[in-house]
């Protein structure tokens, strides 16, 4: 173990607060640095409904959780402590107060606790979301191409989605709903080959354990095999505010490159700051974050170690 640790009983060097890719990541490489790090998991992933991921390169299609537990083991290889539970709050000299457990004391923090989205209210969308109700065209387009796809208009970003989508299918149709298109918007759609659907969504048909059509209010039944939707995305960063982050223009909490904070000593990284990260993305940004960390640990430790030579008159 490296000096820090063992001047510090009881004192992890970094407490990771997060156990998705991105804390997961972090904590691997920081472990492999011989640095005393703690992961605390809630076990709640955010793509814990979906059977599968892709686009992770020698991972493409794995179910999600498969992935969270071969991280897991591979991170107490190194020493990682993994505690299960939920952090209340993070005092002031990072202690990281957990419900109903222990404090732990901790020199970093690294916050990943990921987003959680909120889903429009129409019946079945809960029910099928992560099945065939769906967000991420990058994520799930292969998947359902060339199929009759539905795009709900619920959100802002509806209307690109749909767009985005008709690269997967040439039948893609766009379900007005809450969301009519502005004239501008109306035309790219129309331009790309989409039909649009006025009226509003009663709800989801869904025929045994599939999805059959899109029941609108008139009584009408559209026919699709899978839809997409834009939910919001609303990230999971009140232990990051409660610490003082500060927030960018868009309303989530600010961090430079590798994911250092405007407060110091605190990191974070994947989608509790980045709501675009896949499972990927996350996963390099908890690297990146992991590097920063370990040499912010390093200056300081190379400059308590300079402050002890030269107390004990090393310097000359």
Same mark, same amino acid.
């Given at each position: 173990?490296?000096?820090?640790?063992?001047?510090?009983?009881?004192?992890?060097?970094?407490?990771?607060?997060?156990?998705?890719?991105?804390?997961?990541?972090?904590?691997?490489?920081?472990?492999?640095?011989?640095?005393?790090?703690?992961?605390?998991?809630?076990?709640?992933?955010?793509?814990?409904?979906?059977?599968?991921?892709?686009?992770?390169?020698?991972?493409?299609?794995?179910?999600?959780?498969?992935?969270?537990?071969?991280?897991?083991?591979?991170?107490?290889?190194?020493?990682?402590?993994?505690?299960?539970?939920?952090?209340?709050?993070?005092?002031?000299?990072?202690?990281?107060?957990?419900?109903?457990?222990?404090?732990? +004391?901790?020199?970093?923090?690294?916050?990943?606790?990921?987003?959680?989205?909120?889903?429009?209210?129409?019946?079945?969308?809960?029910?099928?979301?992560?099945?065939?109700?769906?967000?991420?065209?990058?994520?799930?387009?292969?998947?359902?191409?060339?199929?009759?796809?539905?795009?709900?208009?619920?959100?802002?970003?509806?209307?690109?989605?749909?767009?985005?989508?008709?690269?997967?299918?040439?039948?893609?149709?766009?379900?007005?709903?809450?969301?009519?298109?502005? +004239?501008?918007?109306?035309?790219?759609?129309?331009?790309?080959?989409?039909?649009?659907?006025?009226?509003?969504?009663?709800?989801?048909?869904?025929?045994?354990?599939?999805?059959?059509?899109?029941?609108?209010?008139?009584?009408?039944?559209?026919?699709?095999?899978?839809?997409?939707?834009?939910?919001?995305?609303?990230?999971?960063?009140?232990?990051?505010?409660?610490?003082?982050?500060?927030?960018? +223009?868009?309303?989530?909490?600010?961090?430079?490159?590798?994911?250092?904070?405007?407060? +110091?000593?605190?990191?974070?990284?994947?989608?509790?700051?980045?709501?675009?990260?896949?499972?990927?993305?996350?996963?390099?940004?908890?690297?990146?974050?992991?590097?920063?960390?370990?040499?912010?640990?390093?200056?300081?430790?190379?400059?308590?170690?300079?402050?002890?030579?030269?107390?004990?008159?090393?310097?000359?």
């Amino acid at each position: 173990m490296n000096e820090a640790t063992n001047d510090r009983n009881g004192t992890y060097d970094v407490v990771v607060v997060g156990a998705g890719a991105a804390g997961l990541n972090a904590a691997l490489l920081l472990g492999r640095a011989r640095r005393r790090v703690a992961v605390i998991d809630a076990g709640e992933p955010r793509n814990a409904p979906a059977a599968h991921m892709q686009g992770f390169l020698s991972r493409d299609g794995l179910p999600p959780a498969t992935l969270l537990e071969l991280g897991r083991a591979e991170v107490q290889r190194y020493g990682v402590g993994l505690i299960r539970g939920r952090v209340e709050r993070i005092d002031p000299g990072f202690e990281v107060r957990m419900v109903g457990g222990p404090v732990l +004391a901790a020199r970093r923090i690294l916050v990943a606790t990921g987003l959680r989205d909120e889903l429009p209210g129409i019946p079945g969308v809960r029910e099928r979301w992560g099945k065939d109700v769906l967000h991420c065209p990058y994520c799930h387009g292969f998947e359902v191409r060339d199929q009759p796809l539905a795009v709900l208009g619920t959100g802002p970003g509806a209307v690109h989605q749909a767009l985005l989508l008709r690269d997967w299918s040439d039948d893609v149709v766009f379900f007005q709903h809450t969301l009519e298109p502005a +004239a501008e918007d109306r035309e790219r759609l129309e331009a790309r080959g989409l039909r649009i659907v006025e009226g509003r969504i009663e709800h989801l048909a869904v025929d045994g354990d599939r999805l059959r059509g899109v029941a609108l209010a008139d009584g009408r039944v559209v026919l699709r095999a899978a839809a997409f939707l834009f939910p919001r995305m609303v990230p999971h960063d009140g232990l990051l505010t409660g610490l003082g982050c500060e927030k960018d +223009a868009n309303g989530w909490v600010a961090s430079d490159r590798t994911g250092r904070t405007s407060v +110091a000593g605190v990191w974070a990284a994947g989608n509790v700051v980045d709501p675009r990260a896949q499972v990927v993305t996350a996963a390099g940004m908890g690297s990146a974050a992991a590097f920063a960390l370990n040499n912010d640990l390093l200056d300081e430790d190379v400059a308590g170690a300079v402050a002890r030579h030269r107390a004990a008159g090393g310097a000359r």
